[in-house]
């Protein structure tokens, strides 16, 4: 049986979010290649992924974050971008977390010290307002 580490030993859950599995899907309105996916099995992001160097490759200076949870992943992620000098956005209709008030203490949280916590709509006008030609 393969070893899955202290993260998935500590949170059991987690095996059920594999490859193929209905609870890792992507929501199908995101518009990305399979290309673009990549499998991280650490809270953030960036953690032995090739993540950064991905975005160094492409300058990007913002990353929009979204995802579960927002104690756990969202923050993680949240933190790491801060710490590759990223600007962290983090869409609040696009995280949640196992009860409202974990959830909302860690947005509160995250907006006061890694990423700036911003509505979906108000994102969308603003990733639209940057489009090059449109």
Not at 27 to 32: G, I, K, M, T
Not at 45 to 71: C, N, P, W
Not at 79 to 96: F, K, Q, W
Request: hydrophobic share 45%; net charge neutral; with cysteine.
């Amino acid at each position: 049986m393969r070893d899955d580490g202290a993260y998935v030993r500590k949170v059991p859950a987690l095996k059920l979010l594999r490859p193929g599995s209905s609870f890792a899907e992507l929501h199908p309105a995101l518009p990305l290649d399979q290309g673009e996916v990549f499998v991280k099995h650490y809270p953030s992001a960036f953690h032995r992924t090739r993540f950064a160097a991905q975005l160094a490759d492409m300058k990007v200076d913002t990353l929009i974050i979204g995802g579960m949870t927002t104690s756990g992943c969202v923050r993680a992620t949240a933190m790491d971008s801060l710490l590759m000098n990223l600007r962290g956005i983090v869409v609040r209709e696009a995280v949640g977390d196992r009860s409202s008030a974990v959830h909302e203490a860690n947005l509160f949280d995250i907006d006061g010290k890694l990423a700036d916590v911003r509505a979906e709509e108000e994102v969308v006008n603003w990733l639209s307002s940057r489009r090059v030609g449109g």
